[in-house]
């Protein structure tokens, strides 16, 4: 027999196994022996009053064999010999782009400029310890692109985009926990994502698919509107049926690219700002309404704040973005001579810092003068500003920051606080170095937040800046329905670097997408 029960539950009960299941049991009406079977389906933190609680709903089985979690023993089919497609990207979209297609029975190809995480890793080490950015292998560039040194969050809204339950149980088959499926705002962490990423490469190789690290595009092999495959920065004509364009949000060569081979692609809207640095302890104690820590059943507290700012007569949202509860801040620049801050965090979230992105919508009528750059004006912008960062900051991968209220007071920071970014910090007047309208917003804002999060509003927090890639600044169109570019046909743009996705799941279902349309359209079988 089974019985499924929704539960509210104290942080206790929720996340003490044996306490968990004497309510589990009690609740069920069943007796507990060892054949008794409780699988959490769903878990949520509710802490909108005092006293916290946690909605649970969960599956009880009792003299029945519960059906298994995901389908056990995965296998993918060997495509060594089977017609090919180009796919130009290994992160999120590419990688289940690549899956997808060998589900389908086509040979994947995929062309990444960056390292395997492996050798990633020393990069990275540079970057933060030396302040060496090499422009091929950083946090956004290499195997798994972004998505594999982050906090890992699962969660999207995109769910009229793809099957969310489907990418979870290919990112537990490949190591990631089940504690996905049920949780409601699911993360793998920095930690763990790197070995999951390559257990999606080894299934990639195993059924005969090819991936290039180290393997730049460097040109697009066009005939007639049409797109046969790319050129690599060896000389390499890679080939196939169609071409998945997968290359992250980041990939500015590639914009640039497509300007030179006019190929179409437009400016879009994107989001700027800094990343705001809390003690951990504090956003717990402002979230879960306790005076000394959280206890240790509930996890690190995060936050989501969102302030609409009027200026110059027009209103516009100031949003947090990307919240790290327990994480810390890397330099994110993909080139020398910028500055670029994201988030991430591990597994646990025990880290001593909270970090998130607070930015402001960038658009369209605000870039100036800089719609001479044509469909580039949003990213020249963009890059313009990282740049002021860098030299402000001394000319190191040093981050600029100013404290808190310092910054809405317009006041120097003298001193600033302990940090999690590793490169170091230089105290600057951030409104030097952001646009206008971000810093007035901002300043008008976070005063205001505080209305929300009693205590949030403070000098023992701190902006550093800058918080640039939150999304692309172009969009490189294409069929509503059909996802192929409009002006060339075989070419999918793909994911966040075309301004379709944003997060690992919604990338990961907008490659699968581009790969079915690809193959249903363009696959020889079809064309018989």
């Known amino acids: 027999m089974r019985k499924e029960l929704k539960l509210v539950l104290s942080p206790e009960e929720a996340y003490q196994d044996s306490v968990f299941r ?68 290994a992160g999120p979209a590419g990688l289940f782009a690549a899956l997808r297609a060998i589900e389908l029975g086509v040979k994947p190809i995929v062309l990444e400029r960056g390292k395997d995480v492996r050798s990633r890793r020393r990069d990275l080490a540079a970057l933060n310890k030396l302040h060496l950015v090499d422009p091929d292998s950083n946090y956004c560039f290499g195997e ?39 949780d409601a705002h699911p993360h793998i962490g920095t930690n763990k994502l790197p070995a999951l990423v390559v257990n999606l490469r080894h299934s990639i190789l195993n059924a005969g698919g090819e991936i290039h690290f180290e393997t730049k595009v460097t040109d697009l092999i066009l005939e007639k509107n049409s797109i046969r495959g790319v050129i690599t920065d060896g000389g390499e004509k890679v080939l196939g049926m169609g071409v998945i364009l997968a290359t992250g949000h980041s990939a500015r060569d590639i914009f640039h690219l497509l300007t030179k081979r006019d190929v179409f692609i437009e400016a879009k809207p994107f989001a700027l700002g800094v990343r705001v640095e809390h ?29 609409q700012t009027v200026l110059a007569g027009k209103q516009r949202g ?124 901002l300043a008008m804002a976070l005063p205001l937040m505080d209305q929300r999060m009693k205590g949030y509003f403070t000098n023992e927090a701190q902006l550093i800046g800058v918080e640039s890639r939150t999304s692309s600044p172009v969009r490189i169109p294409r069929d509503k329905h059909l996802l192929e570019h409009p002006q060339i046909r075989r070419l999918y743009p793909c994911g966040e670097g075309a301004g379709y996705a944003g997060g690992i799941v919604s990338a990961a279902m907008d490659g699968e997408r581009c790969a079915e349309m690809l193959v249903a359209k363009y696959h020889r079988s079809r064309l018989a």
Not at 145 to 174: C, F, N
Not at 364 to 379: C, K, N, R, S, V
């Open 22 to 89: 004497q309510v589990v049991v009690k609740e069920s009406g069943f007796t507990d022996t060892e054949a008794l079977i409780i699988r959490p389906l769903r878990r949520s933190i509710d802490a909108r009053s005092r006293k916290v609680k946690v909605n649970v709903t969960v599956e009880v089985f009792s003299g029945e064999k519960p059906p298994p979690v995901i389908q056990a023993g995965k296998t993918y089919p060997n495509v060594r010999n089977a017609e090919p497609i180009v796919i130009v990207g």
């Open 144 to 182: 798994g692109g972004a998505g594999t040194y982050s906090d890992g969050k699962l969660y999207t809204r995109s769910k009229k985009r793809g099957d969310i339950r489907r990418i979870m149980e290919i990112l537990v088959s490949h190591g990631a926990k089940e504690d996905i499926l049920v």
């Open 318 to 441: 100031v949003f947090s973005f990307c919240m790290c509860p327990g994480g810390f801040i890397v330099p994110a620049a993909t080139s020398p001579g910028e500055i670029v801050v994201n988030g991430m965090s591990p597994s646990r979230r025990d880290g001593k810092f909270a970090n998130s992105g607070m930015v402001v919508a960038v658009e369209l009528e605000d870039l100036g003068g800089y719609h001479q750059h044509g469909p580039l004006a949003a990213m020249i912008f963009q890059q313009e500003v990282e740049q002021a960062a860098w030299i402000a900051a001394g000319k190191t991968q040093a981050a600029p920051a100013q404290r808190m209220v310092d910054f809405v007071s317009r006041k120097e920071s003298k001193q600033l606080l302990p940090t999690s970014y590793q490169p170091g910090l230089q105290s600057t007047d951030m409104h030097a170095i952001l646009p206008d309208f971000i810093s007035k917003r």
């Open 279 to 307: 003690d951990q302890n504090l956003i717990d104690k402002i979230q879960y309404h306790c005076q000394v820590n959280r206890g240790s059943f509930l996890p690190p507290a995060s936050y989501s704040l969102v302030q």
